[in-house]
């Protein structure tokens, strides 16, 4: 075992349960009267701006060392609850009690637990315990070996750790907006190696499902509406996938949601504490992808119209210009370094009269979308993306866009609400904007001209459709689930709800559960190991609330127990660093059918700076990032790459003899390199990798 990763495993878990209380104590302080899904939305919202925020702000000074990063944080999470004084009551004066009406005054799952409550409690159990077998077994007792993740999600973290700096040029993808790798920062920084970069998406994928629950409420869902809309929006193979990786695409829709469903309650409730969320929630979102942009745009256009709609323009305005100060704080700083180190903000993108080097790189680019390819017979292939790689309840849900936007738009005033009606209605339109920020999106048909390919694959333009599956998943139960108003109080009615809408509801949670197909999840242990880590954590958890219901032990029975799971967290975080380090070179080894990762890891070759020619450079990082590694953007000529290599001064040229799947845009390179004998010197290959030493 590894004694540091030993001594900093409970500094780090000690600093994480101290953000994450302080941001629900901030919660609770905001929001007297949230129950407990608005509060464990806001407490991930804020604990995730605190964390960007922070590395900014030492980012800027080139201070972005993760203890000092821990320290700052954990002493200020530690001082955030004795500043604010004791939580207030739910029902104190003063309380929001317009959004507490839309969302329930009391804790959903709190105290004694109603019956009609219990399924939903037994089926937000059962998913939490199937995530944390995923996220065990294939989240940190495997390798990543994600195409995107070995290629610039984890390189970009490892790069911030060794330039102490968000500014490193090093990687070849080092431009791209990093709000979601900032999470996989905090999670590994502080540690010898990156074996917990698995837990990096579980915030994104809880902000997912809580801000889906807390929206349908918003709009006017029942309680049990809203817990199927949220898991239906948990449940499918990119979600689930996502969940043990370092992909972002569930990160953004995540927050893109939870912008909406913050903006919407400020249009309700116009409040300081309201704003302040909404700030947060919507300043996340242009920091996750690029693409996110185009959803920034929708999400502030939907909550400024619906502002304006019940508030006026005074409010509205206030509404926009929050979200703007929010993006400016929380995304800002990446569009900044991007125009302050290259001139453009959307690098390799130009900007206004600067054409950037995307258009030389892909001369096609424009094609790539589906507006640019300009094909409506292209539509018909979509469709069975969704269904391979979203599942029944996301295709139904896209495939009823034009049923469901007029069904909310027609139907909206015919409840006397003029609140959730002017929020029907902007859900409605949003369900085409985001489709029309789909259809712009780059490589969603294709990356090479004329093979169609992503389009055939499907994954992708499946992940980047997920902002609007979501919404139309959620669209889709708002209409069938929520009950006419037909009595003489105006309020919901069993009778006057056609029984065709509870038959359309088991449809539906049907879909929604074979949408979980645990064969493609867990490649490492097969489904019956899956499913039995799912039952036992179940059953495990079940009977932890019960006793946590029954009688609370005496505090230093707490104090017992906190120290014991403390030491039990610490020594499986060494457990796993010492695996990760004694197994690293071999697994890659194995992955890439080569053996070059061995020979680096035992000094058979001399090696400190290397420029590995190949997109997924991540494995030549080495377990504990003792390499360092650079990556040309983009060589369009040898001189281009010598230039390169003169800045750069490597000593090691690793040029991939063979890319297995993608395009091939090394492979000039690798030609280069091998004819010119006087500057680079053979020291090795095989039929997967050549290594030279550079020679100036």
């Not at 919901?492 to 539906?508: D, G, K, T």
């Not at 058979?604 to 494995?619: F, G, N, Q, V, W």
């Amino acid at each position: 075992m590894s004694l540091y990763d030993l001594v900093i495993a409970p500094c780090w878990l000690l600093a994480t349960v101290l953000l994450v209380r302080s941001a629900a104590r901030v919660s609770a302080r905001l929001h007297p009267r949230g129950d407990f899904f608005s509060r464990a939305l806001d407490s991930l919202v804020l604990s995730w701006a605190a964390i960007v925020l922070t590395a900014f702000a030492l980012s800027a000074f080139r201070l972005l060392v993760p203890w000092l990063l821990l320290a700052l944080i954990g002493t200020t999470a530690a001082a955030i609850p004795r500043l604010l004084g004791p939580s207030p009551r739910r029902a104190s004066e003063g309380a929001d009690s317009t959004v507490a009406d839309f969302l329930g005054a009391a804790p959903l799952f709190g105290g004694s637990v109603r019956r009609r409550d219990r399924p939903w409690l037994i089926a937000w159990l059962a998913y939490a315990a199937l995530a944390a077998g995923a996220v065990a077994l294939c989240g940190l007792l495997e390798f990543p070996t994600d195409w995107d993740s070995l290629a610039y999600h984890i390189p970009l973290v490892d790069q911030w750790i060794r330039a102490g700096s968000l500014n490193s040029t090093h990687s070849s993808s080092w431009f791209h907006p990093g709000n979601d790798e900032l999470l996989g920062f905090w999670c590994v920084a502080p540690f010898s190696g990156d074996f917990l970069i698995g837990l990096e998406n579980i915030p994104a994928v809880a902000i997912l499902g809580l801000s889906v629950h807390q929206l349908a409420r918003l709009l006017g869902a029942r309680p049990a509406a809203a817990h199927l809309a949220a898991l239906a929006a948990l449940t499918p193979h990119v979600v689930m996938r996502q969940l043990i990786d370092g992909e972002n695409d569930v990160a953004a829709a995540g927050v893109f949601v939870a912008a909406l469903a913050c903006g919407v309650r400020y249009a309700y409730v116009p409040r300081g504490s309201n704003a302040f969320l909404w700030a947060a929630a919507f300043g996340l979102l242009p920091g996750t992808k690029y693409y996110a942009l185009g959803y920034a745009a929708v999400a502030i256009a939907g909550v400024v119209a619906l502002t304006l709609w019940l508030r006026g323009p005074r409010r509205a305005a206030i509404a926009g210009w929050t979200a703007l100060a929010g993006a400016a704080l929380l995304s800002g700083y990446w569009y900044a370094r991007n125009a302050w180190l290259t001139g453009t903000p959307l690098y390799p993108q130009g900007f206004l009269r600067n054409a950037g080097i995307l258009t030389e790189t892909f001369p096609y680019v424009r094609e790539t979308s589906f507006f640019g390819k300009g094909d409506p017979s292209l539509v018909s292939l979509l469709a069975p993306a969704v269904w391979n790689w979203l599942g029944a309840a996301h295709t139904v849900a896209f495939l009823a866009i034009p049923l469901t936007s007029l069904a909310l738009a027609s139907g909206a005033f015919r409840r006397g609400d003029a609140h959730r009606a002017g929020a029907r209605i902007m859900l409605a339109g949003l369900l085409w904007l985001t489709l029309g920020v789909f259809g712009a999106t780059p490589f969603v048909v294709e990356t090479t001209p004329g093979t169609l390919d992503m389009l055939k694959q499907g994954y992708l333009p499946s992940r980047f459709l997920l902002c609007t599956t979501t919404l139309a998943q959620l669209a889709l139960v708002i209409v069938i689930g929520v009950p006419h108003r037909c009595d003489a109080t105006n309020r919901p009615s069993r009778r006057c709800a056609p029984r065709w809408r509870r038959a359309a509801l088991w449809l539906f949670a049907a879909a929604a559960i074979s949408q979980i197909r645990l064969g493609k999840l867990i490649p490492c242990g097969g489904d019956a190991l899956a499913v039995a880590l799912a039952a036992f954590d179940s059953y495990l958890l079940l009977n932890l609330a019960g006793e946590i219901r029954r009688a609370s032990p005496a505090p230093r029975r707490w104090r017992v127990l906190y120290f014991s799971a403390l030491l039990a967290l610490s020594l499986a975080a060494s457990a796993l660093g010492a695996r990760w380090h004694n197994n690293f070179a071999s697994f890659y080894d194995h992955y890439y059918r080569t053996q070059i990762f061995t020979t680096l890891d035992a000094g058979d070759i001399k090696a400190e700076r290397i420029c590995p020619l190949t997109y997924r450079s991540y494995p030549f990082l080495g377990s504990r990032r003792q390499y360092d590694v650079f990556g040309p953007v983009w060589v369009p000529t040898y001189d281009a790459l010598r230039a390169y290599l003169a800045t750069t001064r490597p000593d090691t040229v690793v040029p991939a003899q063979q890319e297995i799947v993608g395009p091939h845009r090394y492979d000039r390179i690798r030609d280069w390199v091998a004819a010119d004998r006087e500057l680079f010197e053979p020291i090795g290959n095989d039929w997967r990798f050549a290594v030279y030493r550079y020679r100036p």
